[in-house]
């Protein structure tokens, strides 16, 4: 399986880091390794001395398909959850500026958190206006709405099925409101969907 997840979604995200507002989706890749394993803490990885959550609703696909229509989209998911896009923010800052691929910023092992619990999306109303945060040791420290993302979920499977040929359990991580920030050893990260915790999770 594969997780997708698009960049740059949220305006207000887009200019606390000063990047461009894109004119189709950024879009990105991570491995199936990297994937934090159940109730296991996050380790912060040598590499980097500056990791960031990205909280991130996430769509899981029930459905092959490609070229999806945006008005059939619909029809490719059930279930909603709820995620983080850890990011090595040096990393990809260096990255960025050499004009290389961000891989080893986002993809590295443990850097994508995935709920366990998913929601029914028949539970949730309109999926674009939910609201989902971040907690950061009690502190709310990020918070979104889908309303504000920029491409909704049915336009972003449209578009990525352009390139990618969805399959039943791709992740789709549809971008992170502003309030991204450095994790520190000992911080706990709980994330909240629609009213519903959906995982909390230690830094190490
Ligand atoms: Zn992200």
């Known amino acids: ?14 200019k606390e880091l000063e990047n461009d507002r894109p004119k189709e989706p950024v879009v990105f890749l991570k491995p199936d390794t990297s994937i934090l394993l159940d109730k296991n803490p996050f380790f912060i990885p040598d590499f980097s001395q500056d990791v960031h959550h990205e909280v991130e609703v996430v769509v899981k696909i029930n459905r092959l398909g490609k070229h ?9 998911y059930d279930e909603i959850g709820l995620g983080i896009d850890f990011t090595a923010r040096d990393v990809q800052a260096s990255l960025k500026a050499q004009g290389l691929p961000w891989e080893k910023s986002k993809s590295f092992d443990g850097a994508t958190v995935v709920s366990r619990e998913f929601l029914n999306k028949r ?6 206006n939910l609201d989902f945060s971040l907690h950061k040791n009690e502190h709310l420290q990020q918070q979104g709405n889908t309303s504000l993302m920029l491409w909704s979920i049915d336009e972003i499977i449209a578009h990525v099925s352009q390139f ?7 992740l789709i991580f549809t971008g992170t409101p502003a ?15 629609a009213g519903h915790q959906l995982f909390s999770i230690r830094v190490k």
Do not use: C
Request: aromatic share 10%.
């Open 1 to 14: 399986m594969k997780i997708i997840f698009i960049g740059r979604n949220y305006v207000d995200h887009i």
């Open 68 to 76: 999806i229509d945006q008005k059939f989209a619909h029809k490719y």
């Open 123 to 128: 539970d949730l109303g309109d999926l674009n």
């Open 164 to 170: 990618f040929t969805l399959k039943i359990g791709d």
């Open 179 to 193: 309030g991204v920030s450095r994790v520190a050893p000992e911080d706990s990260l709980t994330g909240t969907l």
